[in-house]
């Protein structure tokens, strides 16, 4: 069936880094712009990052720019996730989403993964 | 940026009541780039709606969404159950992506 399997968080110090994965399975990977998307321990959900279908455009929340970088595989149907110099407030459960139409840009996200959670401690 | 806001943060309500959900942002949304998603606790979101007011596969038509510019609403007609979570809208037409910051709906 269709989804999306995160994995590849847990517990970081802070300035240290880790790399997050999403495995894609159940529809065409290489047509679906993706998207990471976070959540805070009882808060609510922030956009993180997006990657083009064909990863030729790559876009990131303030927050992030400069120590995270998405990137994808579209051979293996894998999203990633590098995440550099963490800081506390990275902490959250990580989403993997897809945006809805093939071979387009911004959409609403139709699938999402259950997400991993990274703590920074 | 597109900022979101969410009215009312909690709505206490029964089952078979009527469930009204704002969603305003601070400049319009092109094209009706917004969306709203359905979340209960331990759970990822789902999709209810895209462009406002197009609804997702499998989303039962007690939902409906509607507005233009930088109003938008969800409304659930007679809620279910299983309509008790936290609903947040989304505006996805240009980066940065952003959500609003949810609105609980909650057995009275």
């Known amino acids: 069936q269709v989804q999306l399997v995160e994995s590849g968080g847990g517990v970081v110090q802070p300035g240290r880094s880790l790399r997050l994965s999403c495995a894609a399975s159940?529809?065409?990977?290489?047509?679906?712009?993706m998207h990471w998307v976070r959540q805070a321990p009882g808060k609510g959900l922030e956009w993180v990052a997006a990657?083009?279908?064909?990863?030729?455009?790559?876009y990131y929340t303030g927050s992030v720019k400069g120590r995270f970088t998405i990137s994808r595989d579209n051979s293996k149907s894998t999203l990633y996730l590098e995440m550099n110099s963490l800081r506390a407030d990275d902490t959250a459960v990580y989403h993997c989403?897809?945006?809805?139409?093939?071979?387009?840009?911004?959409?609403?996200?139709?699938?999402w993964g259950q997400g991993t959670m990274v703590t920074v401690s | 940026e597109v900022v979101l806001t969410q009215s009312p943060g909690t709505l206490s309500l029964s089952p078979g009541e009527r469930a009204t959900l704002s969603c305003r942002a601070s400049?319009?949304?092109?094209?009706?780039?917004l969306a709203w998603y359905q979340q209960k606790p331990g759970q990822a979101p789902r999709l209810l709606f895209y462009?406002?007011?197009s609804r997702a596969t499998g989303i039962p038509d007690r939902f409906s969404g509607s507005g233009s510019g930088t109003d938008f609403s969800l409304t659930i007609s007679r809620l279910e159950p299983e309509d008790f979570a936290v609903y947040y809208c989304?505006?996805?037409?240009?980066?940065?992506?952003?959500f609003g910051p949810g609105t609980k709906v909650d057995i009275k």
């Open positions: 989403a897809r945006s809805m139409f093939d071979n387009s840009g911004f959409d609403a996200f139709d699938i």
């Open positions: 159940g529809f065409t990977f290489s047509k679906s712009a």
């Open positions: 990657i083009w279908y064909d990863g030729s455009n790559k």
């Open positions: 400049q319009s949304v092109s094209s009706n780039y």
């Open positions: 462009g406002a007011s």
């Open positions: 989304h505006h996805y037409g240009r980066s940065p992506l952003t």
